[in-house]
């Protein structure tokens, strides 16, 4: 057994004190639930035409290498209902697809719908846990390269992971194949305190679940607020943070489903305050 605490890191962070088991552990969320029992591609969703619409686009989760569009549209419905356009964004997961890979297909996928539909009414990014990361990653886009720049009003950051130097160490790595330096060139908690907001009433949700493991909750919570320095309360962004109660990692999404759940109601209220 590995301890990476034995590897000449500094401790300042929980994690790299942690035996490889207990890290492993940390990062694989379905030992931490508590319930009963047991390709670049865009799929939109809408109940009417879209052209003048807010959008709500989704980046699933899955580590980067699980999870697809179709398998993530099932939160649609109470969102399109009250006349928001959804949008499903598809990347090329490993091993196949690289993170930097990954990262790119996001961003042009968020240009090609302002680019689709420039009367769109603010574009909104929610991610799930890897997804999370993707649309923090957009954070740091450089958009002039991509010759647009995004309507965007809204991040919502659900159980993610945005340093990504712990998951070097753990089998979530066997696919990704990430070296340390991918890993830091890929964690937007490193990067954040140097993005402008391209729109200063940009507003960042960061939500984790009550149920999600100490480590998603560290991840969260710093990538808010704890760094002194690289946190989005620091800067130009209105950021807030927000614990959901009786949820673990996986019903925290689950429950977009439903259209008087928490984070369902944030969503909205968010898009149309």
Request: contains cysteine; aromatic residues 10%.
């Amino acid at each position: 057994m590995m301890d990476v605490s034995g590897v000449g890191f500094p401790s300042k962070v929980p994690w790299k004190k942690m035996s490889a088991e207990e890290l492993e552990n940390q990062y694989c969320p379905s030992r931490w639930v508590v319930r009963l029992g047991a390709e670049e591609a865009l799929r939109t969703y809408s109940q009417i035409g879209i052209e003048a619409l807010p959008f709500f686009l989704f980046f699933h989760g899955g580590y980067w290498q699980s999870g697809s569009k179709d398998e993530s549209a099932f939160m649609v419905h109470p969102l399109t209902a009250q006349g928001v356009a959804v949008v499903i964004v598809a990347y090329g997961i490993a091993p196949k697809g690289t993170l930097d890979h990954m990262v790119d297909q996001v961003t042009r996928s968020v240009a090609f719908v302002q680019k689709r539909y420039p009367s769109n009414k603010g574009i909104y990014l929610c991610g799930h846990s890897a997804g999370a990361h993707l649309a923090a990653m957009m954070l740091l886009a450089d958009w002039t390269k991509h010759g647009v720049t995004p309507n965007l009003r809204g991040f919502f950051l659900v159980s993610g992971v945005f340093d990504l130097e712990p998951i070097v160490y753990t089998s979530q790595n066997v696919a990704l194949q990430l070296t340390l330096e991918d890993a830091q060139r890929n964690s937007p908690q490193l990067k954040v305190a140097q993005a402008q907001p391209v729109d200063p009433t940009c507003r960042v949700l960061v939500v984790v679940g009550q149920f999600d493991s100490p480590e998603f909750h560290r991840q969260s919570w710093e990538f808010y607020q704890v760094l002194p320095v690289q946190t989005l309360c620091q800067g130009e962004w209105k950021a807030s943070f927000e614990e959901l109660h009786d949820v673990d990692h996986f019903e925290i999404v689950e429950n977009l489903t439903q259209k008087d759940n928490v984070l369902t109601q944030i969503i909205l209220k968010t898009i149309f305050q």
